[in-house]
T-cell receptor, first 120, second 113 residues
Framework: GAGVSQTPSNKVTEKGKYVELRCDPI?????LYWYRQSLGQGPEFLIY????????DSGLPNDRFFAVRPEGSVSTLKIQRTERGDSAVYLC??????????????????FGPGTRLLVL | AQSVTQLGSHVSVSEGALVLLRCNYS??????LFWYVQYPNQGLQLLLK??????LVKGINGFEAEFKKSETSFHLTKPSAHMSDAAEYFC???????????FGAGTILRVKS
C-alpha cells in the first residue's frame, strides 16, 4: 500500500521567503507528526495532529512556523520569513490512533522520505 | 521529560561480526522504545519497538533489542553484520500515550568487507 508521501522532495528558497511543505499521510491514519532533522542530528519533534486539531505544538521553534490539517488528512507546514537556520530535512510521519483493536500498533509512526529545505 | 543517548556516533564492524549499537533512555513514565534505520536520502524505517510486552524484541533484518529497565537501556544487536546493514540508526522514546518521539543523535554503522 501507499506510504507517507511528501512534496516537494527538495526546496531551495531565499532568505525571507515563504515556503509550504506538504504531507500526505497513510490513508486512515488519524495522527500526523512533523519533525525537523538538521545535518548530523536526530529528528526533532515540531507538531502533532490528532484529526484536524494540533494536539501538541510545543516543538515549533517560533511563530514563523505554522501547520494545518484542515480535513484531517493532508497537512501543510508553513514557514514565513525563512532564515538560513531553517535549512534542514522536514519529516512527516503518521500513525493509527484510537480504538483500532490493535493497541500495540497505535504507537508506530511511519515516516515519509522528507523534504530537504535549503535557505540561501 | 524524556531523552535518549546513543553512545558512539560511528561504529565500524567487519562483515559477519556482531553488531552492537547502544541506547540509553530517560523517561518519567513507562517508555515505549524504538529503533529506526535511515538509509542515505531515504526516510526512517522502523526496525523494532518495545511496548511493554516481551523485553526481548525481534525486528526486521535479523535485528533485536533488549529492554533493561534497571540499566535504562535498549541496545540493538545483530549476530552477523551484512554489507547492506550500513546505514544510520536512531533510537527513540515516546511516552505512554504515544505522540511525539524523542530521538537520539544517531549512530552511523559502517560494515567493512
Amino acid at each position: 500500500g501507499a506510504g507517507v508521501s511528501q512534496t516537494p522532495s527538495n526546496k531551495v528558497t531565499e532568505k525571507g521567503k515563504y515556503v509550504e511543505l506538504r504531507c500526505d499521510p497513510i490513508s486512515g491514519h488519524t495522527a500526523l507528526y512533523w519533525y525537523r532533522q538538521s545535518l548530523g542530528q536526530g529528528p526533532e519533534f515540531l507538531i502533532y495532529f490528532q484529526g484536524t486539531g494540533a494536539a501538541d505544538d510545543s516543538g515549533l521553534p517560533n511563530d514563523r512556523f505554522f501547520a494545518v490539517r484542515p480535513e484531517g488528512s493532508v497537512s501543510t507546514l508553513k514557514i514565513q520569513r525563512t532564515e538560513r537556520g531553517d535549512s534542514a530535512v522536514y519529516l512527516c510521519a503518521s500513525s493509527l490512533w484510537g480504538p483500532t483493536g490493535r493497541y500495540q500498533d497505535q504507537e508506530t509512526q511511519y515516516f515519509g522520505p522528507g523534504t530537504r529545505l535549503l535557505v540561501l | 521529560a524524556q531523552s535518549v543517548t546513543q553512545l558512539g556516533s560511528h561504529v565500524s564492524v567487519s562483515e559477519g561480526a556482531l553488531v552492537l549499537l547502544r541506547c540509553n533512555y530517560s523517561s518519567s513514565v513507562p517508555p515505549y522504545l524504538f529503533w529506526y534505520v535511515q538509509y542515505p536520502n531515504q526516510g526512517l524505517q522502523l526496525l523494532l519497538k518495545y511496548t511493554s510486552a516481551a523485553t526481548l524484541v525481534k525486528g526486521i533484518n535479523g535485528f533485536e533489542a533488549e529492554f533493561k529497565k534497571s540499566e535504562t537501556s535498549f541496545h540493538l544487536t545483530k549476530p552477523s553484520a551484512h554489507m547492506s546493514d550500513a546505514a544510520e540508526y536512531f533510537c527513540a522514546v515516546s511516552g505512554l500515550y504515544g505522540n511525539k518521539l524523542v530521538f537520539g543523535a544517531g549512530t552511523i554503522l559502517r560494515v567493512k568487507s
